[in-house]
């Protein structure tokens, strides 16, 4: 545990759906079980623990589910309070109900007045207390009143004022910085994954981001000094060495379930392919194409479906679609029940819907190749820098792997 003299402030925000790295590449960061090892190093009456919200990115089935989740999630790490977005305002009024979130929230989007705009914990530090607010405002409405106005507690002891805000631009923070005798320190998004300080100047308030995804906590230490709040601001990744906590592990473990009980795979709407093309599957191409089958079935590729069904993700849209032939196609992948050729990064997904190209070989009309496309999907829609990023360092490497052929390409990378 931490020392008495001081008072931790926890942040995190903008998890947009992020309920845990998707382990296609090594050591990424996040995951809601490794963070609660984090938040009790500290007591619970010293600490403060805080989202800033942006729950999820949209508004699609699976997103409200993962809202659902994510709610349940901050539950159970302790979550003193959660600011809303309007967006998740608006979830939350039609899932949950807003009486019914199980933390404390605030918004200073929220028209209706339903939600407050701050919130006050009183924390305990060397045996005095500090009540600590936690006040919300969008910044088309900073005003030095408004900012004030959310700051006006009863009672006159001294305490550490936080404001929330949807943007660090200079002006939102200059408006803010003349409301500087109640505002102590600005959490605003600065568009980075990583918790930091974005401003420290002397009087004006200590401007901080909360990062995104999940994959840092902001950690905010308080110090009373002679009278003077001190502030210190470091971040902590949520990395590999943290020990998982066996009641989030299952929270996503039911979460996976549902995906697979409401078949959230056929929620995805599919769309029929132009030109009246079909996927015909990676079993049906080698016939004709022995040497490239034989070479590409000892690729990873061949096992990227397996992959998915190892970590029970294999019925998790937002998985499927890059590990799988033409997911959200009529012809293409759609579930576990399709044909077998259609599972794994296969020959179409690189070269395209090839039952024209079939029909053709068969009449011995090959040459014509009709309104047939090529290689269609490069390899960069999947190796993202966020799925894998070594790729972009190492193009010449991945390719060399993925060699099938045995003629070299003329626009290939690999000679
Ligand atoms: C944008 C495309 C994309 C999405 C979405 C995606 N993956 Fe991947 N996945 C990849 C790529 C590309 C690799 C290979 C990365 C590399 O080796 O550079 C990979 C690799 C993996 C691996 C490691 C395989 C190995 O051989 O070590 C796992 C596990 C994995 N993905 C699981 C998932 C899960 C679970 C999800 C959903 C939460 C998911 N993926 C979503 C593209 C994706
Ligand atoms: C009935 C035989 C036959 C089948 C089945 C077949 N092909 Fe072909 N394919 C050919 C012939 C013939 C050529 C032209 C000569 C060559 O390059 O080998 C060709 C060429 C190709 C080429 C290189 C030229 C181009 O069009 O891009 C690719 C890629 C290809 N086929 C992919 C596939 C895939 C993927 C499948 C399975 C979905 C498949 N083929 C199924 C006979 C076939
Ligand atoms: C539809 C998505 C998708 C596309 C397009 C794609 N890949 Fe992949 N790639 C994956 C996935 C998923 C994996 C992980 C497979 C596994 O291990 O389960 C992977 C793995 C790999 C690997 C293995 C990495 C390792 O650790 O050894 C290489 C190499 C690779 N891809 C190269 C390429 C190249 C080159 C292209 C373009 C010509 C390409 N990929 C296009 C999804 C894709
Ligand atoms: C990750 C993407 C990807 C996958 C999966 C893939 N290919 Fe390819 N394939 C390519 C690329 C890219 C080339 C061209 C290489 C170049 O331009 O140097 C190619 C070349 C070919 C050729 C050209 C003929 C030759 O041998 O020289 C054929 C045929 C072919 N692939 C068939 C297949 C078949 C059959 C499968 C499945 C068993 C498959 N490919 C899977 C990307 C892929």
């Known amino acids: 545990m931490d020392g008495d003299g001081e008072i931790v402030i ?20 996040g995951g809601f079980e490794k963070r609660k090892t984090v938040l009790d190093t500290v007591d619970s009456e010293r600490r403060l623990v805080v989202d800033t919200g942006h729950l999820v990115d949209g508004r699609s089935e699976q997103d409200i589910l993962k809202y659902e989740t994510i709610v349940h999630a901050l539950f159970m790490l302790g979550y003193d309070a959660v600011n809303l977005d309007a967006s998740d305002v608006e ?25 407050k705009r701050s919130y006050t914990k009183i924390l305990k530090m060397n045996g005095t207390v500090l009540p600590v607010t936690v006040g919300s ?122 995906l697979k009980d409401d078949n959230y795979l056929a929620k995805v709407s599919k769309v029929p392919l132009p030109g009246g093309l079909k996927y015909a599957g990676s079993d049906k191409c080698h016939g004709c194409h022995e040497y490239n089958n034989e070479k590409w079935s000892n690729l990873k590729h061949a096992h990227a479906y397996q992959t998915l069904v190892d970590v029970t993700s294999q019925y998790d849209p937002e998985c499927i679609k890059c590990h799988v032939v033409g997911f959200g196609y009529e012809s293409g992948f759609s579930d576990e029940n399709s044909s077998k050729g259609l599972r794994n990064v296969g020959c179409e997904t690189c070269h395209g819907p090839r039952s ?57 990378p690999v000679k």
């Open 356 to 412: 024209q190209h079939i029909e053709d070989a068969l009449n011995d009309d090959i040459s014509t190749k009709k309104a047939e496309p090529v290689a269609v999907v490069s390899c960069i829609e999947c190796h993202t820098s966020e799925h894998s990023p070594d790729y972009q360092t190492d193009v010449r490497g991945y390719w060399g792997k993925i060699v099938h052929w045995k003629e070299p390409k003329q626009n290939s």
């Open 137 to 258: 405002i969008r910044s088309d409405q900073v005003t030095a009143g408004e900012v004030e106005k959310l700051f006006s507690l009863e009672g006159d002891i001294p305490g550490l004022n936080i404001l929330l805000v949807d943007s660090c631009d200079d002006a939102v923070l200059e408006t803010i910085a003349q409301a500087v005798d109640v505002v102590d320190v600005v959490v605003c998004p600065f568009g980075s994954d990583e918790a930091e300080i974005v401003a420290e100047l002397p009087d004006a308030p200590l401007v901080i981001s909360a990062g995104r995804l999940g994959k840092y906590v902001g950690k905010l230490r308080v110090k009373l000094l002679e009278g003077k709040l001190e502030f210190a601001y470091e971040k902590i990744a949520i990395d590999g060495t943290l020990k998982p906590d066996e009641e989030l592990v299952q929270l996503y473990s039911t979460y996976q379930q549902t």
């Open 10 to 29: 926890f942040l995190t925000g903008e998890t947009v759906g992020q309920l845990k790295p998707c382990g296609c590449a090594a050591d990424q960061l």
């Open 91 to 115: 979830i939350a009024r039609n899932s949950f109900g807003l009486a019914n979130m199980p933390f404390a929230i605030i918004s200073g989007s929220d028209e209706s007045g339903e939600v």
